[in-house]
């Protein structure tokens, strides 16, 4: 059975929240876009890739393509020579030329601000919605990644085996004024501090509240031995 580390409290959660934002006030996506499309294009392309080798291949994408009617007109061998660095390009490249379409037949070439019409472009699940709604409207939604999810498990914020229940934990535990920053102060902890494989507990100014910190074990005592005496 998987042990779980232990909640925190109501009063601790608040204090991560506080801690964090006292160390990135206004913390931002590190994908990088000029527009609404450019980010719905750039979310869709991190699926399974850094956001670092995203921002290389957008430089390119949108010197070409930096609306719906260039990236509908671009032909796809094209695209997915441009997108061919990245995890899963193909599939990538025929949602992209698809979502571009539904944009200009659906909502005047502007992407939606409703979950409902984000969700169905093709391409775009909840996570990704989520993004938009929180890093271009402001809205108080949490996207989980495999970032915020583990963070979340460490820190015993969620213990839930899916990103939507994730998700839904999260919601409902981080204090209503820390959810609008929520998503990026947990993807940059989880990518730069709380890492995967190492997690730096050592310097995390999460640390002190943290069930899951690692702490150095206790120094022994010496014993006296029979020579120093
Ligand atoms: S103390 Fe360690 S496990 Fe806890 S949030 Fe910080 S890096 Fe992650």
């Given at each position: 059975?998987t042990?779980h580390?232990r909640?925190?409290?109501p009063?601790e ?8 934002a006292r160390?990135n ?9 000029r527009?609404?499309f450019?980010?719905l294009?750039a ?13 290389r ?5 949108f010197?070409?393509a930096p609306d719906?009617e260039a990236?509908a ?5 094209e695209l997915?020579?441009?997108l061919?660095r990245l995890?899963l390009?193909r599939?990538k490249a025929?949602h ?8 200009l037949?659906?909502?005047h070439?502007?992407v ?8 169905a472009?093709?391409g ?9 709604l ?5 809205e108080?939604?949490?996207?989980v990644?495999?970032?915020?999810a ?6 015993g914020?969620?213990?839930g085996r899916t990103?939507?229940?994730v998700e ?8 209503r004024?820390y959810l609008g920053h929520a998503?990026?102060w ?6 730069y ?5 190492h ?10 509240l943290?069930?899951s910190?690692s702490?150095?074990?206790p120094?022994r005592?010496?014993t006296p031995?029979a020579?120093?005496?």
């Amino acid at each position: 059975m998987t042990r779980h580390p232990r909640r925190l409290t109501p009063a601790e959660t608040a204090r991560v929240f506080a801690r964090l934002a006292r160390n990135n006030p206004e913390p931002r996506t590190e994908l990088r876009y000029r527009t609404p499309f450019e980010l719905l294009v750039a979310v869709v392309l991190s699926a399974q890739s850094t956001d670092r080798m995203v921002n290389r291949v957008t430089e390119e994408l949108f010197a070409r393509a930096p609306d719906p009617e260039a990236l509908a007109a671009l032909p796809l061998d094209e695209l997915e020579a441009i997108l061919s660095r990245l995890g899963l390009y193909r599939s990538k490249a025929r949602h992209l030329q698809a979502t571009a379409r539904l944009l200009l037949e659906r909502h005047h070439g502007r992407v939606p601000r409703e979950r409902e019409a984000l969700e169905a472009l093709p391409g775009v699940g909840r996570k990704t919605a989520n993004v938009l709604l929180n890093t271009l409207w402001g809205e108080p939604v949490v996207a989980v990644d495999t970032h915020v999810a583990r963070v979340a498990r460490r820190l015993g914020l969620a213990r839930g085996r899916t990103a939507e229940a994730v998700e839904r934990e999260l919601t409902a535990r981080i204090p209503r004024r820390y959810l609008g920053h929520a998503h990026h102060w947990l993807i940059l902890h989880g990518r730069y501090v709380c890492r995967a494989l190492h997690p730096l507990c050592g310097t995390c100014p999460l640390a002190p509240l943290c069930p899951s910190a690692s702490r150095p074990p206790p120094r022994r005592r010496r014993t006296p031995s029979a020579h120093s005496r």
